[in-house]
């Protein structure tokens, strides 16, 4: 169990809960097992990865690696058939896996550098070089209120809007993100008992959110020496909260709790620098 969860990017806690459970699940498809199209609730699993890895490597914008096949895929799976020249369905099927094969095969291996890493690095360079005008997302699964309040002030004085969103579920914190249009999210987790912070950003073995990462890498430098603990250091993990947001995104764990409370406009201040940072310098030149 830890080594499949170490392998999944999840919590290597050798507990099979929700998480570890769905990851299960999805691991079970392989590409061509069944139809892939879009619907309500979306489909996930390791075929759906396939399908994008496929798809972006040739050029087609199937937004990132995440295993959910959302609107981008769908959009991305018609450009392929539309220029295959198979019927435009949105569906992956027999026909559809048959055009993909010969053109994968005529290519060789695909490209490493699928267009969502492209897109999302332009985005971010041709951004503005600052927090001012963008909404930042600072998520909390509840009992952090003053936490995640001290943070949307401090990031509120650079210019950005801030808004919190309290709930027990990721995904459904990953849910008022995206319907929200945020630029970026911060999502916080408090362990009550373990001394040390690490920040945690989108990644799979095949597939990262560079920006994401970026981040991380400004949160870690500046967290947990504001709170004083020992530094747990960056890591790509597939949580919820990280995988179903549509834009960087990353969850700092704080602990111990007594730190926390006694240490928050520190930390919020760290934070808010670590951010402004970011913006400066999002993604890697």
């Known amino acids: 169990m830890r080594a499949f969860q170490e392998r999944r990017r999840l919590r290597v ?3 099979c809960g929700p998480e570890t459970w769905n990851a299960l699940v999805e691991a079970g498809f392989a590409l061509g097992d069944r139809l ?6 979306m489909l996930r699993g390791d075929d759906v990865a396939a399908l994008q890895r496929l798809l972006g490597g040739m050029g087609f914008d199937a937004g990132r690696i995440d295993g959910i096949l959302g609107p981008h895929t769908e959009t991305a799976l018609r450009e392929f058939q539309r220029n295959a020249g198979l ?3 949105g569906v992956c099927g027999p026909a559809t896996l048959q055009g993909l094969g010969r053109l ?8 490493d550098t699928v267009v969502a890493t492209v897109r999302e690095q332009d985005t971010l360079r ?10 930042v997302v600072v998520a909390e699964p509840g009992g952090l209120h003053a936490l995640a309040s001290a943070v949307s002030r401090a990031i509120g004085r650079s210019g950005a809007s801030v808004s919190v969103f309290s709930h027990p579920d990721p995904s459904e914190q990953a849910h008022e993100a995206n319907a929200t249009g945020a630029q970026v999210v911060l999502a916080l987790q408090v362990e009550p008992e373990r001394e040390g912070c690490f920040t945690a950003y989108y990644g799979r073995p095949d597939y990262e959110s560079a920006a994401g990462r970026r981040l991380a890498e400004h ?7 504001a709170l004083g603990v020992p530094s747990g250091g960056v890591l790509a993990l597939a949580l919820p909260v990280l995988r179903e947001t549509r834009m960087p995104a990353v969850l700092c764990e704080l602990g111990p709790a007594s730190r926390v409370v006694e240490r928050t406009a520190e930390v919020a201040e760290a934070m808010a620098t670590a951010l402004s940072r970011w913006a400066a310098s999002p993604c890697d030149d």
Do not use: F, K, M, S
Request: hydrophobic share 30%; glycine share 14%; net charge positive.
């Open 13 to 15: 806690d050798g507990i």
């Open 219 to 225: 949160l870690q430098a500046e967290a947990p020496l």
């Open 104 to 111: 994968t095969g005529r290519r060789g291996r695909t490209e």
């Open 36 to 41: 892939l199209y879009l619907r309500r609730p």
């Open 126 to 135: 041709h951004g503005p070089r600052t927090l001012a005008g963008r909404l």
């Open 87 to 89: 019927t435009v369905d």
